[in-house]
């Protein structure tokens, strides 16, 4: 209850040159959005961050909310790296009419959260696009909200990645670390058959180490860490055409998954 909501409103289009400029800018603005969630990691309570499409409004907003006292701050740390943004207090929106049909879902990892998501530095196109796109399908009288609420993470989730950063290089592979636990331990059971001699022993414990699953770790232990929470939501005159909406809204974070590492699972809400 002690939270306010602030628009944020930027310049429909940005002039570009040429598809590599296209691209090398995209990365920029980009690059602006990761310095302000770092800034932000200074920042003990939750931020929230939303588009939406409210009832009764053809447009697409941009929102970001956060304790009264302290917008301001928040203000002051978007406009300093998106100086074109206009950022102002706004009146709460409702995305929902009596009689409409609502459909939700919310997102979680599908791995450990020591392995990362695919970042913007890999992006072949902009996951944002298929994000927004889904809310052209919004009609008159409906209305669709994505939320992402972020919280800066506690000490804890730093040591759980080192440990498995140390143990990478120690030769621990993805498997070892990450994969299923398996119900038998059939290679215990012939340990206690055939029991090995020291050579196999020192053989064994020469591991080749995973350059690959050790860089990824090493770059997300580096990354600011949070606490996340990630809803969609849509209230639709119709059942089909609210879940119609809802898939779309999905799909825009297929982009997002790396599936050599990390991705997220969608989760349904019943009910």
Do not use: W
Not at 26 to 35: D, G, K, L, P
Not at 114 to 124: A, G, I, N, V
Not at 129 to 152: L, R, T, W
């Amino acid at each position: 209850m002690h939270y306010k909501l602030l628009s944020i409103r930027v310049p429909k289009e940005i002039n570009l040159d040429s598809k590599v400029e296209d691209q090398r800018k995209i990365a920029e603005i980009i690059s602006a959005s990761e310095q302000i969630i770092a800034s932000l990691a200074q920042y003990k309570n939750p931020i929230v961050f939303e588009i939406a499409s409210p009832i009764g409004s053809n447009e697409i907003y941009f929102y970001v909310s956060c304790l009264k006292k302290e917008q301001e701050f928040v203000k002051k740390i978007i406009t300093a790296f998106y100086p074109f943004a206009e950022v102002e207090e706004v009146d709460d929106y409702s995305i929902f009419a009596p009689k409409n049909y609502t459909a939700a879902s919310y997102l979680h990892l599908e791995k450990s959260y020591s392995l990362p998501l695919k970042t913007y530095q890999h992006f072949e196109n902009d996951p944002l696009n298929a994000i927004v796109n889904a809310f052209s399908h919004i009609d008159q009288g409906e209305g669709a909200a994505m939320q992402v609420i972020i919280k800066p993470a506690g000490g804890y989730a730093k040591k759980k990645i080192m440990k498995d950063l140390q143990d990478a290089r120690k030769g621990k592979s993805y498997n070892d670390l990450f994969g299923k636990i398996a119900i038998v331990d059939t290679n215990l059971l012939l340990k206690t058959i055939n029991p090995e001699t020291e050579e196999e022993k020192k053989f064994k414990e020469i591991k080749p180490v995973d350059e690959t699953l050790v860089k990824n770790l090493e770059f997300k232990v580096s990354s600011p860490l949070f606490e996340t929470n990630i809803r969609l939501l849509v209230s639709s005159h119709d059942k089909y055409h609210a879940n119609f909406v809802l898939s779309h809204l999905e799909s825009g974070f297929s982009e997002i998954n790396m599936p050599s590492m990390n991705g997220f699972k969608i989760k349904r809400v019943s009910s």
